[in-house]
């Protein structure tokens, strides 16, 4: 169900420009090439003195003759042909051995990874030129010659990247895993880390063809790979070299070849590059900018400017398979001075992509602003410049993501972490910005913080990082702190003492906190108001004790349900059945209805709106199961 709509690997390809144009560059190229035994084309060695040197678009000869009548347009269709030939065996060669010894090397380790890595560090110590040269010296001139000697050179290049990735790889829970399960050390390399390992190879390899056509054309032009009377570019090069004056369409033709076929294989390569990153399967071939794309038709108008934040019909919407849909749809939320939102609902609600989407930090591409908008004490914030929003980045509006060893930086300290915070949004000394530093970690109750902060994230504990990043949120008295499920990894014991902690500082720093979560249990504890998100929309909103009290909706009942109450041990949880809608298929009415178990016919006809119960509760729903009376 998560890949509905996904684009496959060939539409991915076609959906880049420059990509698809150097895929249709590159076909024609081996097609006319695999084709010119069948081609009428004259004979590429056929001499003809009377007519050497004739220009292009001469009568029989196209492209013209080469200094022995020779006819370029033949020479250079299966010239073509051999430079593509060595160039994909040279490359195929240096793949297969240096992706060898790249797996060895990087999932055997110990001495053998010392001397296979040593071994191609004395390859790598010559410059790669020079010992092609040597090589071809050793062996004698010749295409084939030529071929080893590049696919040797190329070797350090294709084993130095394989062995990083697999060092990483061999040291992952899945590879321990499957050696727990009683897999072999050859079964592991093959079965775990080589399929996790050929995305790498494959990229590498579509980027170093071209490579590999130009270092052989450069041996041919030297006159050390293919020799007389077989051509290749290179030796059509070099041959045209001796009448570049007189005839200089005899190396113009090869070298806009060259320079043709290699750029076509560099794009195919960038294109294959894209398709293979996980991160842009969703079709959109480019890196995301700093900010979220804003498009909206029109902008709506804030009716409570005193809010710290207030949501009016946010919609976000995401690139898929070369079409739209809405991740977040028609959302409007408020939040006052001190009071902590708590948004609610399964994964895949929408909940992480509305937190994002107030400060434009949802990736585009693939996704865009659509409609509606974000109110910071009154001021639009998708209307705002990018250096109006960077400034508010972490001063006015904090975040706290969800597992802090992702979200710190793994090669930097706390302390240079947390002063990188401080100094970016006010221009102190570093030695002040430490010390503050250090009182940041004394706040969050972790100890010793002096010597916490010459502490890197690996070495403190999932606690311990989850306070050092409510820290760095605090660091500069933010108006708003988005939480964003900071307690899903941690122990209960843990979360029972982040929770503490965030209730304390939003009450000592009266600063109003959006946490999101799976959880009523913690909204229970720490929330203020509640609102339930199903399938990118709110579907209710409430006091917390009103909610969970009497929920409106059927699907807030499931979820208060799913909550186990203390003191009730024979107390039923019941999972909800099915499973949220995704955002490209979404039913026609209420987005519930397949899962409710009080769904009527006219729930499924038409999209349904949001009622108001009473003051402050609002339900999505035809039939709440509380009316204003219960509320």
């Given at each position: 169900?998560?890949?509905?709509?996904?684009?496959g690997?060939?539409?991915?390809?076609?959906?880049?420009?420059?990509?698809?144009?150097?895929v249709?560059?590159?076909?024609?190229?081996?097609?006319?090439?695999?084709?010119a035994?069948?081609?009428?084309?004259?004979?590429?060695?056929?001499?003809?003195?009377?007519?050497?040197?004739?220009?292009?678009?001469?009568?029989?000869h196209?492209?013209?003759?080469?200094?022995?009548?020779?006819d370029?347009?033949?020479?250079?269709?299966?010239?073509?042909?051999?430079?593509?030939?060595?160039?994909?065996?040279?490359t195929a060669i240096?793949?297969m051995?240096?992706?060898?010894?790249?797996?060895?090397?990087?999932?055997?380790?110990?001495?053998?990874?010392?001397?296979?890595?040593r071994?191609?560090?004395?390859?790598?110590?010559?410059?790669?030129?020079?010992?092609?040269?040597?090589?071809?010296?050793v062996?004698?001139?010749?295409?084939?010659?030529a071929?080893?000697?590049?696919?040797?050179?190329?070797?350090p290049?294709?084993?130095?990247?394989?062995?990083?990735m697999?060092?990483?790889?061999?040291?992952?829970?899945?590879?321990?895993?499957?050696?727990?399960?009683?897999?072999?050390?050859?079964?592991?390399?093959?079965?775990?880390?080589?399929?996790?390992?050929m995305?790498?190879?494959?990229?590498?390899?579509?980027?170093?063809v071209g490579?590999?056509?130009?270092?052989?054309?450069?041996?041919?032009?030297l006159?050390?790979?293919?020799?007389?009377?077989?051509?290749?570019?290179?030796?059509?090069?070099?041959?045209?070299?001796?009448?570049?004056?007189?005839?200089?369409?005899?190396?113009?033709?090869?070298?806009l070849?060259?320079?043709?076929?290699?750029?076509?294989?560099?794009?195919?390569?960038?294109?294959?590059?894209?398709?293979?990153?996980?991160?842009?399967?969703s079709?959109?071939?480019?890196r995301?900018?700093?900010?979220?794309?804003?498009e909206?038709a029109d902008?709506?108008?804030?009716?409570?400017p005193?809010?710290?934040?207030?949501?009016?019909?946010l919609r976000?919407?995401?690139?898929?398979?070369?079409r739209?849909?809405?991740?977040?749809?028609?959302?409007?939320?408020?939040?006052?001075?001190?009071?902590?939102?708590?948004?609610?609902?399964?994964?895949?609600?929408?909940?992480?992509v509305?937190?994002?989407?107030?400060?434009?930090?949802?990736?585009?591409?693939?996704?865009?602003?659509?409609?509606?908008?974000?109110?910071?004490?009154?001021r639009?914030?998708?209307?705002?410049?990018?250096?109006?929003?960077?400034?508010?980045?972490?001063?006015?509006?904090?975040?706290?993501?969800?597992?802090?060893?992702?979200?710190?930086?793994?090669?930097?300290?706390?302390?240079?972490?947390?002063?990188?915070?401080?100094?970016?949004?006010?221009?102190?000394r570093?030695?002040?910005?430490?010390?503050?530093?250090?009182?940041?970690?004394a706040?969050?109750?972790?100890?010793?913080?002096?010597?916490?902060?010459?502490?890197?994230?690996?070495?403190?504990?999932?606690?311990?990082?989850?306070?050092?990043?409510?820290?760095?949120?605090?660091?500069?008295?933010?108006?708003?702190?988005?939480?964003?499920?900071?307690?899903?990894?941690?122990?209960?014991?843990?979360?029972?003492e982040?929770?503490?902690?965030?209730?304390?500082?939003?009450?000592?720093k009266?600063?109003?906190?959006?946490?999101?979560t799976h959880?009523?249990?913690?909204?229970?504890?720490l929330?203020?108001?509640v609102?339930?998100m199903?399938?990118?929309?709110?579907?209710?909103?409430?006091?917390?004790?009103?909610?969970?009290?009497?929920?409106?909706?059927?699907?807030?009942?499931?979820?208060?349900?799913?909550?186990?109450?203390?003191?009730?041990?024979?107390?039923?949880?019941?999972?909800?059945?099915?499973?949220?809608?995704?955002?490209?298929?979404?039913?026609?009415?209420?987005?519930?209805?397949p899962?409710?178990?009080?769904?009527?016919?006219?729930?499924?006809?038409?999209?349904?709106?949001?009622?108001?119960?009473?003051?402050?509760?609002?339900?999505?729903?035809?039939?709440?199961?509380?009316?204003?009376?219960?509320?």
């Amino acid at each position: 169900m998560a890949n509905a709509g996904r684009s496959g690997a060939v539409s991915l390809l076609l959906n880049n420009r420059l990509a698809a144009a150097g895929v249709a560059l590159l076909a024609l190229i081996v097609a006319v090439a695999l084709l010119a035994p069948v081609l009428p084309l004259a004979d590429p060695n056929a001499t003809a003195p009377a007519d050497r040197l004739m220009r292009p678009f001469s009568p029989d000869h196209l492209l013209g003759t080469d200094a022995l009548g020779r006819d370029i347009l033949a020479r250079l269709v299966w010239g073509t042909r051999v430079s593509l030939m060595v160039g994909i065996s040279a490359t195929a060669i240096a793949a297969m051995v240096g992706s060898a010894i790249g797996l060895v090397a990087g999932f055997v380790g110990g001495r053998i990874d010392g001397l296979l890595m040593r071994g191609i560090d004395m390859v790598m110590a010559f410059p790669y030129i020079l010992l092609a040269l040597a090589i071809v010296a050793v062996l004698g001139p010749g295409l084939l010659n030529a071929l080893y000697a590049i696919a040797v050179v190329n070797v350090p290049f294709f084993a130095r990247n394989v062995r990083g990735m697999a060092l990483g790889l061999s040291r992952r829970e899945f590879v321990d895993a499957a050696r727990l399960s009683g897999q072999s050390g050859p079964e592991v390399l093959f079965a775990e880390v080589l399929p996790n390992v050929m995305p790498v190879i494959v990229v590498t390899m579509s980027t170093t063809v071209g490579w590999m056509i130009l270092e052989t054309a450069g041996l041919s032009f030297l006159g050390l790979g293919a020799q007389p009377p077989q051509a290749d570019l290179g030796s059509m090069l070099g041959e045209g070299r001796k009448v570049l004056f007189n005839a200089p369409h005899v190396s113009v033709v090869p070298g806009l070849m060259i320079f043709v076929l290699v750029m076509s294989i560099n794009l195919v390569g960038d294109g294959v590059r894209d398709v293979l990153d996980p991160r842009l399967k969703s079709g959109a071939l480019a890196r995301p900018s700093a900010r979220t794309r804003v498009e909206r038709a029109d902008a709506p108008v804030a009716t409570t400017p005193a809010a710290v934040l207030e949501l009016k019909g946010l919609r976000t919407l995401f690139g898929l398979g070369g079409r739209e849909v809405a991740a977040v749809r028609d959302v409007d939320l408020l939040i006052g001075e001190g009071e902590c939102l708590g948004l609610v609902g399964e994964s895949g609600s929408g909940k992480s992509v509305t937190a994002m989407s107030i400060m434009g930090l949802v990736p585009s591409p693939p996704g865009r602003i659509g409609g509606g908008a974000a109110f910071f004490r009154g001021r639009d914030l998708f209307a705002l410049s990018d250096g109006e929003i960077r400034r508010m980045r972490g001063s006015a509006v904090a975040h706290v993501f969800q597992d802090p060893l992702s979200t710190l930086h793994p090669l930097f300290t706390i302390g240079d972490q947390l002063i990188e915070a401080i100094r970016a949004h006010r221009p102190l000394r570093r030695r002040t910005a430490r010390q503050e530093a250090a009182d940041l970690l004394a706040l969050v109750r972790i100890p010793n913080p002096r010597l916490r902060l010459e502490a890197y994230p690996h070495e403190l504990s999932g606690g311990m990082r989850q306070r050092v990043a409510i820290a760095m949120a605090l660091a500069n008295d933010a108006d708003l702190v988005v939480a964003d499920e900071p307690t899903t990894a941690l122990d209960v014991t843990v979360q029972a003492e982040v929770l503490t902690l965030l209730n304390r500082l939003r009450q000592e720093k009266n600063a109003a906190v959006l946490f999101i979560t799976h959880d009523f249990g913690v909204v229970s504890a720490l929330c203020d108001r509640v609102a339930v998100m199903y399938a990118g929309e709110i579907v209710e909103t409430g006091r917390t004790e009103a909610v969970l009290a009497a929920p409106a909706h059927p699907y807030t009942r499931r979820l208060v349900d799913c909550v186990p109450v203390l003191g009730e041990p024979e107390r039923r949880l019941d999972a909800i059945e099915g499973r949220p809608p995704p955002p490209g298929a979404l039913p026609k009415g209420c987005a519930f209805a397949p899962r409710c178990p009080s769904v009527a016919p006219v729930c499924r006809e038409a999209p349904v709106a949001v009622r108001e119960l009473a003051a402050g509760r609002t339900a999505r729903c035809l039939f709440p199961l509380v009316g204003a009376g219960h509320v």
